[in-house]
């Protein structure tokens, strides 16, 4: 009997960790969505910024804002930085994308383990009670 | 024949439990108080939009403007706006641009063009979500009156055979009325099978269509219904309420001819007549009789008490999975894929084959 009960009681802690690490899991996806979000809406700025750079006249004059300094730049440059910042941005994306992926994948895990967990608690507790 | 029918009776409220209906609609009014939190800034930004390009209009007409600057936080001096033809436009990321006012407003133009679609976008994503709202509120509003729903066995009237099955036929038995079917009504249940097989054929169009929304929809219906058996339910009830609004749809469900489900509405009934199979398997015929719509088939999980039935994809349109009776899903099971099965054999157990075949194509 009070091995049955020393065993409702592993069990039990068992799943509390298990809970926990699930929720932290969330949490990080919940992160990692959030954080895609605000990379999704750079991007399609900086894809905007790109088609309107394209329909500027050669001489036209740009100019970037750096903190409170508006520094006139050269419309081949901002091309590429543009161009740069749009890469890495979507780099980022693919690898948030592989992250979220993989989060999700442990988070189902965790669940079945718990899922399996909680039945065996109560397996156990309906033979305790029958006894 | 009509006095003698059997038939189960079950109050909306037990499938659809008024509050958790409540809640599910709460959240769908939540979320559209969102989106329509969203549109009113778009709204907002687009209203600004034009205000500035006519602003961008007006200001070249002069070769300056009188105004009055603004200087720190509370003050103004009169200044004169110069160089009226020229301005540097956020192109985003903190990039300008001089452009003169037409360019400008070119830019602008664009840009607005870019916000009405978001915002038509916005608009449709309401749309979706108030119709949702509707169905739920329809659902509280009957589960709340007490509606209910009442199936019925259907008994076929063209076949003297269904005379005497009509007798035994009850929903929550596993009768078979094997000694019953016998030959003739097989021959012609294949026939008729071949027919349907076609006429799935055409359905599998439509019928994927709908397995869409019956996904997203489907989780609403989750948390509403109760247990595992009513997730085939589900699905099917959840397409036949998009598909059809045809109160033959659960009975469909438990029959080959389900899938006309998803083309023939009305000629439902005239295949369900042909497909006589309803009165083995003693599942509810689903007849005119029924009084909703609603085909979350509580009978449906009577019926599938049986054992062995074919599995069943939740997922996917329902395209004539039969539950067979007992005694022959042993045979039947080997053969049977997920929706294959056959009522007709229900009659004939010593035949293996699952003479009705109606696969999902």
Known sequence: MSSLTSAVRDLQRDLENKTNDLSKLQKDIAKNHQVRKKYTVQLGENELVLKELDLLNEDANVYKLIGPVLVKQDLAEANSNVRKRIEYISAELKRLDATVQDLEEKQNSKKDAILKLQQRIQSIQTTKGKA | MEDTRRGTVTSLASLFPVEEAQKAANRVQGAMAEKRAELDHLLGFVADNNNLINLVHKLPEELSHEIMVPFGKAAFFPGRLIHTNEFLVLLGEGYYAERTSKQTAEILRRRGKALDSQVDSLEAMIKDLQAEANFFGQTIAEAAEGLVEIREDYIEEDTHGEESKSGPLKQHTSDLEKTEANNEEYTRMVARLDELEKEEELAAESGN?????????????????SPVDQSNNKSI?????????????????????????????????????????????????????????????????????????????????????????????????????????????????????????????
């Open chain 2, 237 to 361: 009830a959840t397409e036949s309420a998009e598909k059809h609004h045809n109160p033959d749809i659960a009975d469909q469900l438990n029959f080959a001819s389900l899938d006309l489900q998803s083309n023939v509405g009305e000629g439902k009934n005239a295949a369900a007549k042909k497909v006589k199979f309803v009165d083995h398997t003693g599942k509810p015929l689903i007849h005119h009789e029924e009084k909703t719509v609603k085909a979350t088939t509580a009978s449906k999980s009577e019926v599938q008490h049986q054992p062995s039935q074919p599995s069943f994809d939740s997922h996917k349109a329902f395209t004539g999975s039969i539950v067979e009776h007992t005694e022959n899903l042993k045979t039947l099971n080997g053969q049977s894929s997920s929706s294959t099965s056959s009522q007709v054999s229900g009659s004939q157990p010593s035949k293996p084959v699952s003479r009705f075949k109606m696969q999902r194509r």
């Open chain 2, 209 to 225: 269509d709908n397995e869409i929304y019956e996904q997203t929809t489907e989780d609403d219906f989750h948390k509403s219904v």
